[in-house]
Nanobody, 118 residues
Framework: VQLVESGGGLVQVGDSMRLSCVACTRTSSMYNMAWFRQAPGKEREFVAAINWSGGSTRYADSVKGRFTISRDNAKKTMYLQMNSLKPEDTAVYYC????????????WGRGTQITVSS
């Protein structure tokens, strides 16, 4: 499975942006997936997660109410809709999938940069 993120860029405070993550796989298997981010000089942190069917989601407190995670299994794509962006949302955003492990995430995309300018 290969994960490919897209949708990053430079935005202004208060703007919205949507990230996409395509799971490139020949199988029809669906995976629990998540978004993480890493700001300069900081450790990678959890942002949001969604289960294989899309019926269950959870969020980091820092993005709750502003970000929405979703997925379209027919397109093998996961999304992160980000609203009311803040400078502290500036980071490289990574998508992740739980492919061959019982917990956590073992497959990662290469990341996409989001910069929120004030």
């Amino acid at each position: 499975v290969q994960l490919v993120e897209s949708g990053g860029g430079l935005v202004q405070v208060g703007d919205s942006m949507r990230l996409s993550c395509v799971a490139c796989t020949r199988t029809s298997s669906m995976y629990n997936m998540a978004w993480f981010r890493q700001a300069p000089g900081k450790e990678r942190e959890f942002v949001a997660a969604i289960n294989w069917s899309g019926g269950s989601t959870r969020y980091a407190d820092s993005v709750k109410g502003r970000f929405t995670i979703s997925r379209d299994n027919a397109k093998k794509t996961m999304y992160l809709q980000m609203n009311s962006l803040k400078p502290e949302d500036t980071a490289v955003y990574y998508c992740a999938a739980r492919v061959a492990v019982a917990d956590g995430y073992d497959t990662w995309g290469r990341g996409t940069q989001i910069t929120v300018s004030s």
